[in-house]
């Protein structure tokens, strides 16, 4: 799973990268600081099903601390952007195509209203919101522009979904997703020969099923802040919004991995670890935790909101014992899968091993130690044995 971190220049987005997967990267206050796309690992979490069955976890391809499973991300953040960049403006299309793999985007807009759209310049009256629409603007030209570039192909192809999908492949989209997109553009599928307009419409259709997006209003810790929160909620719908504070929470992880506070992401109050520090970090302390206490960062809100609200994910742990809830060799719990919610355990049979799917035979709930089919839909924080045909090794 990817997902990408996209904004106009300036507005924040180095930041929470590094905020959301502790790496350094160049943050500064001019456009284009990021070229090259930065690419790490953040963590969704959740609690681990550990104390629901009594046991130890031993994890194994995610971490669990203090009885909550860190489930891994890949994060990237890529060049800002500018109005026309898919017409080459600024850093162009290099950032488009960067995105093209990401299962979801979050868009960083600047929630104190005080840096220009193109990011070159301070400002008293930048609208977020129109940050969020350009972006939106970029992206669906960006992808119309690859269906126009191919429209003499594709609408020689009567399967229409077929065709486009030969052409949008590399965007990981599904044939199911393009499918959808035309029926609800009300689109003919066969034979395509759309104009401008069709394109734009069935463009920001499919963007909107196939990459998902989450605004995150930034720099929540301004007094604008608020004011500029509520027009993003009114415009795009407050399941759609988070506020954060990108800068804080970078600042509180960096002082507890060097141990002069106890934190970790998530926490509404730290620990002051160390008294040995000036008078200037102390009240920059005593600010950042009054301002937690109050609101939070919420940059783990993001992540978590991503994965299990626009991805609509769900966590199933995977065991060869349902008795002990082990492994093949004894590591009680050590895999925790995301996967969509609304897959089945045959789903869950592929993740694990095409030949295990094959020979699957059916599925045992350890919780509950009842037999299930193949077509069990999965809940979250299931624990699930498959069984299969294939001889123990």
Same mark, same amino acid.
């Given at each position: ?63 669990? *601390? ?41 868009? *960083? ?51 229409? *979904? ?156 995977? *065991? ?74």
């Amino acid at each position: 799973m990817q997902i990408g971190i996209i904004g106009a220049p300036n507005k924040g987005k180095s930041t929470l990268f590094s905020a959301l997967t502790l790496n350094d990267v160049a943050i500064a206050d001019y456009p284009f600081t990021t070229i090259d796309p930065n690419i790490g690992v953040a963590y969704a979490t959740s609690m681990c099903v550990e104390k629901e069955l009594s046991v130890k976890c031993r994890a194994r391809n995610s971490l669990c *601390v203090d009885g909550t499973r860190m489930l891994p991300i890949n994060i990237i953040d890529v060049a800002g952007l500018v109005e026309g960049a898919h017409e080459g403006k600024g850093m162009g299309n290099q950032f488009l195509n960067d995105l093209a793999a990401a299962d979801a985007y979050l868009i *960083v807009v600047d929630a104190s209203g005080k840096t220009a759209p193109d990011g070159t310049h301070s400002s008293n009256d930048s609208n977020p919101v129109d940050d969020v629409m350009m972006v939106e603007r970029e992206l669906t030209a960006w992808l119309g522009g690859m269906v126009k570039k191919h429209m003499n192909i594709i609408s020689r192809n009567p399967d229409g *979904v077929e065709a486009l999908y030969s052409v949008l492949a590399g965007l990981k989209v599904s044939k199911e997703s393009i499918s959808t997109a035309i029926e609800k553009s009300f689109l003919t599928s066969s034979n395509i020969a759309w104009g401008d307009g069709d394109i734009e419409t069935f463009s920001r259709r499919l963007l909107s099923i196939a990459k998902p997006v989450l605004i995150v209003a930034n720099k929540s810790d301004s007094k604008e802040a608020e004011q500029h929160t509520r027009s993003l909620i009114e415009k795009f719908g407050e399941k759609n919004v988070v506020a954060c504070s990108a800068a804080i929470e970078l600042a509180l992880r960096k002082a507890a991995n060097r141990g002069v506070i106890s934190y970790k992401a998530g926490d509404r109050s730290f620990e002051l670890l160390k008294g040995d520090i000036s008078q200037e970090q102390k009240s920059a302390l005593e600010y950042m935790k009054d301002f937690v206490a109050r609101k939070g960062t919420n940059v783990q809100e993001v992540i978590n909101r991503a994965v299990f609200g626009l991805l609509n994910e769900i966590v199933v742990y995977p *065991v060869e014992d349902e008795n002990k809830y082990t492994d093949h060799f004894g590591n009680v719990l050590p895999d925790a899968i995301l996967i969509q919610k609304g897959a089945t355990a045959y789903n869950l049979a592929e993740r694990i091993h095409t030949d295990i799917a094959k020979s699957m035979l059916y599925a045992v709930d350890a919780k509950a130690k009842m037999r299930i089919g193949k077509d069990y839909l999965l809940k979250n924080d299931d624990v699930i044995k498959i069984v299969t045909s294939a001889r123990p090794k």
